[in-house]
Structures are given as structure tokens and as C-alpha cells.
């Protein structure tokens, strides 16, 4: 069930709360809560404030000490807040206890995600992908959240005599679980015949950082019309498509999107739609070159393929947004020598760094994307001839 489902016009006023760990730079922080509030935008909520606090360790019971707890209580009730979103994930008990502190409604990250993944799951996959998260989420914080789940489900009628509800609550969580693994491994059996079914071509999985431009690419190489918007998690469903260059055939798949802190329940409730990248020769891993932090992002991406064993798959990096990132980092009165220059070194840099494996392109504005398809056509035709040689000898 949506946690923020509100029309435009009825948006939820949000404030956000971080914590500086130690060694973590106040800088660090303030680009984590720059994505936090692009994800709370996504799920429908308006930022107004944010609050840092820096720990050393996080309290037990308020996560973020009792003089923060007053400090953003006063806020609250001074400018009618009716959501505090957290950056980190919270226990149970520490929900319940900052609840009845605030009086509000608290979100963590990884329940704000879950959140956004709800609102934009359309197939019974990624639905039943979503509700295992949630479930596998709410099991360790049932005991902290019970008098939520009271209040939530009323009286079900479902209770044993003499055991506990709180165990009964677990039970029938565990239970549900139990029924969504066998739908999904049901779901994945069909969709392993279907894989299974497309004959000798080769595959190719475009990755990346959420909202870097996987799926305007996609709509660009395949001509297809893959919904592509400026949010996170626009795409949940993998989208796999047909692509000929010249007369060579071969798959492309468009996937979800990676995200720093991505709840590893999530991560394996989405496995059997992540196959697409396990099961492809070629990962096309897309970069948003303008954004600040694509370094780290890179980073994010690569451990989360790695959590996926496909770390040792072929891979072209695909710099995307040139346009953008030349808009942000070039003065316009600097000379187009300086300024060309400037770019060249960036890309030798990459290139190097990827053993000449990147592009630099710009999907929306379709530059530079005949580099993307020649290097593409390439690493395919490699690919066949290594995999189906008599194949490759007919393109």
C-alpha cells in the first residue's frame, strides 16, 4: 500500500533528516539528501527543510539524539509538517518512538523507495516483486511497529486462541512471503521458457544509476517507445527489444535503474527481473557525465553488478548527457580551442581507464551516437563470431 499517494495539488510537506557519520564529510551529506529529495519529489511530497545531525553512533531509540528530536519537533508544529524522511534505514522501535515524538507520519530510505517502486509497478512481476520487498522490510520491525498494524488492519478475525498477536502478525507476514516467492518463481519459469525461446541472438542490457537516460537510449538504438521520464525509477519492467544495424540482428533490454542504498531485499525481489542482465553478453553501462557525483554512481553500479555476479561481462560505458555537462562546466566565453581541449583530455582519461571501451554521446540531442553504434556493431559481431560463428559470417 502507497505510503504517499496524494494528487499534485495535495502534495505532502516533507522535511529531510541526515546523519554525518564519522569521517563522512558535511559535503558527503548534503549531495545524499540532494537524491533523497529528488526521490521524495518522485513519490509525491514537497521538501521544505533539512536537518543534519553528526553521531558518532546513531541513538537507539531516536536514531538521532533527544535535542534533535525537540529541534525538528518545533519545526514541525511551527510550519505543519506531515512527513520527516529519514536517509538512513530505521529499526521498528525507533519509527514507533519518533512517531509519537513528532507526531507525524517517518519514512526511511529504504521505505521511501519501496514506496516509489509501489506507485510505479504495472505487471503482476514487479508488483509481486514489490510486496515481497515490502514484507521482507516490515518482518524485522513488526514488534516496533505493531500498534501501527493495529491501528492499520482493524480486526481481521484471524487470531488463535491464547497466542500473542504480535505472533500472529509474523506468522501470517511469513506466510505471505512464502506465497509470493512460489508466484515469482512461477513467473520466472515462464519468463526462463520465453528467454529461452528468442533463438541464437546475442544480448544486450542497458545499466546504470537510476534517471541517467538508459531508456531514451534505448528509444533512440531500437526506435522503440519505451516510457522514459525525468524521475527516478521510471522504468521497473525489464524491456527487451529487437535491434538490427546493417544486417546484423540482435536483443536489447532496458533495465531498472541502480541507486546508492538500494534495500537489498529490493535487490532480491528484483533478481529474476535483473536476469535480462545476468543472462546478456553486453552490458551497456549508461553514465550521466553531468552530474555531479557520476564518479560515485559509477561505483554504486558496478558493486551492485557485482552483487549480481555479472561483474565480468563485456561492458561499454556510455557517457551520456555531453550537452549538459559542457553547459555546466565551460564558461561561454572560453575559447572553443581551450574548451575542445578540455574534452579531449576527459575522454582520453576514460578511455584509458576503460581500455578504449567508452563512448561520450548525448541521447536527447542525438549527438555522437553514430561512435555508439559503430563500437556497438563491433563488440556484437565479436560476440557472434566467439559464439556463433557460422552465424557472424552471414552479416
Given at each position: 500500500?502507497?505510503?504517499?499517494?496524494?494528487?499534485?495539488?495535495?502534495?505532502?510537506?516533507?522535511?529531510?533528516?541526515?546523519?554525518?557519520?564519522?569521517?563522512?564529510?558535511?559535503?558527503?551529506?548534503?549531495?545524499?539528501?540532494?537524491?533523497?529529495?529528488?526521490?521524495?519529489?518522485?513519490?509525491?511530497?514537497?521538501?521544505?527543510?533539512?536537518?543534519?545531525?553528526?553521531?558518532?553512533?546513531?541513538?537507539?531509540?531516536?536514531?538521532?539524539?533527544?535535542?534533535?528530536?525537540?529541534?525538528?519537533?518545533?519545526?514541525?508544529?511551527?510550519?505543519?509538517?506531515?512527513?520527516?524522511?529519514?536517509?538512513?534505514?530505521?529499526?521498528?522501535?525507533?519509527?514507533?518512538?519518533?512517531?509519537?515524538?513528532?507526531?507525524?507520519?517517518?519514512?526511511?530510505?529504504?521505505?521511501?523507495?519501496?514506496?516509489?517502486?509501489?506507485?510505479?509497478?504495472?505487471?503482476?512481476?514487479?508488483?509481486?516483486?514489490?510486496?515481497?520487498?515490502?514484507?521482507?522490510?516490515?518482518?524485522?520491525?513488526?514488534?516496533?511497529?505493531?500498534?501501527?498494524?493495529?491501528?492499520?488492519?482493524?480486526?481481521?478475525?484471524?487470531?488463535?486462541?491464547?497466542?500473542?498477536?504480535?505472533?500472529?502478525?509474523?506468522?501470517?507476514?511469513?506466510?505471505?512471503?512464502?506465497?509470493l516467492k512460489k508466484d515469482l518463481?512461477?513467473?520466472?519459469?515462464?519468463?526462463?521458457?520465453?528467454?529461452?525461446?528468442?533463438?541464437?541472438?546475442?544480448?544486450?542490457?542497458?545499466?546504470?544509476?537510476?534517471?541517467?537516460?538508459?531508456?531514451?537510449?534505448?528509444?533512440?538504438?531500437?526506435?522503440?517507445?519505451?516510457?522514459?521520464?525525468?524521475?527516478?525509477?521510471?522504468?521497473?519492467?525489464?524491456?527487451?527489444?529487437?535491434?538490427?544495424?546493417?544486417?546484423?540482428?540482435?536483443?536489447?533490454?532496458?533495465?531498472?535503474?541502480?541507486?546508492?542504498?538500494?534495500?537489498?531485499?529490493?535487490?532480491?525481489?528484483?533478481?529474476?527481473?535483473?536476469?535480462?542482465?545476468?543472462?546478456?553478453?553486453?552490458?551497456?553501462?549508461?553514465?550521466?557525465?553531468?552530474?555531479?557525483?557520476?564518479?560515485?554512481?559509477?561505483?554504486?553500479?558496478?558493486?551492485?553488478?557485482?552483487?549480481?555476479?555479472?561483474?565480468?561481462?563485456?561492458?561499454?560505458?556510455?557517457?551520456?548527457?555531453?550537452?549538459?555537462?559542457?553547459?555546466?562546466?565551460?564558461?561561454?566565453?572560453?575559447?572553443?580551442?581551450?574548451?575542445?581541449?578540455?574534452?579531449?583530455q576527459l575522454q582520453q582519461s576514460?578511455?584509458?581507464?576503460?581500455?578504449?571501451?567508452?563512448?561520450?554521446?548525448?541521447?536527447?540531442?542525438?549527438?555522437?551516437?553514430?561512435?555508439?553504434?559503430?563500437?556497438?556493431?563491433?563488440?556484437?559481431?565479436?560476440?557472434?563470431?566467439?559464439?556463433?560463428?557460422?552465424?557472424?559470417?552471414?552479416?
Open positions: 500500500m502507497s505510503l504517499i499517494n496524494k494528487p499534485e495539488h495535495l502534495k505532502e510537506i516533507a522535511i529531510l533528516v541526515g546523519v554525518i557519520h564519522k569521517d563522512q564529510k558535511e559535503e558527503h551529506i548534503n549531495e545524499y539528501l540532494d537524491e533523497l529529495a529528488f526521490l521524495a519529489e518522485t513519490a509525491g511530497a514537497h521538501t521544505i527543510k533539512r536537518f543534519t545531525q553528526r553521531l558518532n553512533a546513531p541513538d537507539s531509540k531516536t536514531y538521532i539524539g533527544s535535542g534533535k528530536v525537540e529541534e525538528i519537533k518545533a519545526y514541525v508544529e511551527l510550519k505543519k509538517v506531515d512527513l520527516v524522511i529519514f536517509d538512513d534505514d530505521l529499526s521498528g522501535k525507533q519509527i514507533n518512538i519518533l512517531e509519537k515524538a513528532l507526531k507525524v507520519k517517518i519514512v526511511d530510505r529504504s521505505n521511501l523507495i519501496l514506496d516509489i517502486f509501489a506507485n510505479r509497478a504495472r505487471t503482476a512481476q514487479a508488483k509481486a516483486q514489490v510486496e515481497l520487498a515490502q514484507l521482507q522490510y516490515l518482518l524485522p520491525r513488526l514488534k516496533g511497529l505493531w500498534t501501527h498494524l493495529e491501528r492499520q488492519r482493524g480486526g481481521i478475525g484471524m487470531r488463535g486462541p491464547g497466542e500473542k498477536e504480535i505472533e500472529t502478525d509474523r506468522r501470517i507476514v511469513k506466510y505471505q512471503i512464502s506465497l518463481e512461477k513467473i520466472d519459469r515462464q519468463n526462463q521458457t520465453q528467454r529461452k525461446s528468442r533463438g541464437e541472438l546475442i544480448r544486450v542490457a542497458l545499466v546504470g544509476y537510476t534517471n541517467v537516460g538508459k531508456s531514451t537510449l534505448m528509444n533512440v538504438l531500437s526506435k522503440s517507445d519505451v516510457f522514459a521520464e525525468n524521475k527516478l525509477f521510471a522504468t521497473l519492467d525489464t524491456t527487451t527489444r529487437k535491434v538490427v544495424m546493417g544486417r546484423m540482428p540482435f536483443l536489447m533490454s532496458d533495465t531498472v535503474g541502480f541507486i546508492r542504498k538500494l534495500p537489498h531485499h529490493l535487490i532480491e525481489s528484483f533478481k529474476s527481473t535483473l536476469d535480462e542482465v545476468r543472462e546478456s553478453d553486453i552490458l551497456l553501462h549508461v553514465v550521466d557525465i553531468s552530474h555531479s557525483q557520476f564518479e560515485d554512481q559509477i561505483r554504486v553500479v558496478n558493486e551492485t553488478l557485482m552483487d549480481l555476479g555479472t561483474h565480468d561481462k563485456t561492458v561499454l560505458m556510455v557517457f551520456n548527457k555531453m550537452d549538459l555537462y559542457e553547459a555546466q562546466a565551460f564558461d561561454p566565453l572560453l575559447p572553443p580551442e581551450v574548451k575542445e581541449e578540455l574534452l579531449h576514460w578511455l584509458k581507464q576503460t581500455e578504449g571501451k567508452a563512448v561520450f554521446i548525448s541521447a536527447t540531442k542525438k549527438e555522437h551516437l553514430d561512435d555508439l553504434r559503430t563500437k556497438l556493431y563491433d563488440m556484437v559481431k565479436e560476440m557472434y563470431l566467439k559464439r556463433y560463428p557460422y552465424r557472424a559470417a552471414t552479416f
